[in-house]
């Protein structure tokens, strides 16, 4: 199993970004696939999350990102993106996706079963917003 992320870049506050979770093997659609994130001296937090075969709604995300990203998946390429609009400093991190089999999005991006859970995870990519 391999995800592979990408998009990352540095971009101005009030810019965007689209970054891609390319997976192979295990099938988006049969997973739970978690964007997380992580800033120099900060902790792992949950950033958004999309699963369509388990419980709870379908996608769910950080209350410091509702608004501004979104999360969707394209079957066809068995791919999760994140868009992320109106980027703002504090948005600067690595940026890693992660999937996991049986975890529900909400307890996932809480933290609820630690900061490492999740069965797979990409190699991270950077994205820093300037001033």
């Known amino acids: 199993v391999q995800l592979v992320e990408s998009g990352g870049g540095l971009v101005q506050a009030g810019g965007s970004l689209r970054l891609s979770c390319a997976a192979s093997?295990?099938?988006?659609?049969?997973?739970?696939i978690g964007w997380f994130r992580q800033a120099p001296g900060k902790e792992r937090e949950g950033v958004s999350c999309?699963?369509?075969?388990?419980?709870?709604?379908?996608?769910d995300y950080a209350d410091s990102v509702k608004g501004r990203f979104t999360i969707s998946s394209d079957n066809a390429k068995n791919t999760v993106y994140l868009q992320m609009n109106s980027l703002k400093p504090e948005d600067t991190a690595v940026y890693y996706c992660?999937?996991?089999?049986?975890?529900?999005?909400?307890?996932?991006?809480?933290?609820?079963?630690?900061?490492?859970?999740?069965?797979?995870w990409g190699q991270g990519t950077q994205v820093t917003v300037s001033s």
């Open positions: 093997g295990l099938t988006v659609d049969d997973h739970a």
């Open positions: 992660a999937a996991d089999e049986v975890l529900d999005c909400g307890s996932w991006l809480l933290g609820t079963w630690g900061s490492e859970a999740g069965d797979y």
């Open positions: 999309i699963r369509r075969n388990g419980p709870g709604p379908v996608t």
